[in-house]
Nanobody, 118 residues
Framework: QVQLVESGGGLVQAGGSLRLSCAASGRTFSNYYMGWFRQAPGKEREFVAAINWSGFSTYYADSVKGRFTISRDNAKNTVYLQMNSLKPEDTAVYYC???????????WGQGTQVTVSS
C-alpha cells in the first residue's frame, strides 16, 4: 500500500503560481511512476503530468505544457507540481497518484482544491 497526501492548493488570481506537494508513505516511493490528475466540476478526471521513478522522464498534457512542471524528491518521498501562469480553466481538484506503469495508477490521494480567479 502507498498512502498519498496532497497539499498546497488554494485560491490564486489568474497569472499567479502555486506549488502542489504530494507526500507518500508505505512502499518504496522510488518504485513508482507519480502522476497528477485534476477534475473540474461537471467534468471527468483528466491527466495533467507524470514523472518516472528517476525523475528524468516527464510527461504533460498539452493544456499545461510550458506552464506546469512536475518533479520529485525520492529522499523526501515527495512529488511536486509547480504551476505557473495559472488560468481560470485550471480550477479543479488536483489528485496525486502512484503506479507501477505510466498509464495505470493504483494509489490515489484525497485531492487538493485549486481555484483560479479571473
Amino acid at each position: 500500500q502507498v498512502q498519498l497526501v496532497e497539499s498546497g492548493g488554494g485560491l490564486v488570481q489568474a497569472g499567479g503560481s502555486l506549488r502542489l506537494s504530494c507526500a507518500a508513505s508505505g512502499r518504496t516511493f522510488s518504485n513508482y511512476y507519480m502522476g497528477w490528475f485534476r477534475q473540474a466540476p461537471g467534468k471527468e478526471r483528466e491527466f495533467v503530468a507524470a514523472i518516472n521513478w528517476s525523475g528524468f522522464s516527464t510527461y504533460y498534457a498539452d493544456s499545461v505544457k510550458g506552464r506546469f512542471t512536475i518533479s520529485r524528491d525520492n529522499a523526501k518521498n515527495t512529488v511536486y507540481l509547480q504551476m505557473n501562469s495559472l488560468k481560470p480553466e485550471d480550477t479543479a481538484v488536483y489528485y496525486c497518484a502512484a503506479g507501477i506503469y505510466l498509464k495505470k495508477y493504483e494509489y490515489w490521494g484525497q485531492g487538493t482544491q485549486v481555484t483560479v480567479s479571473s
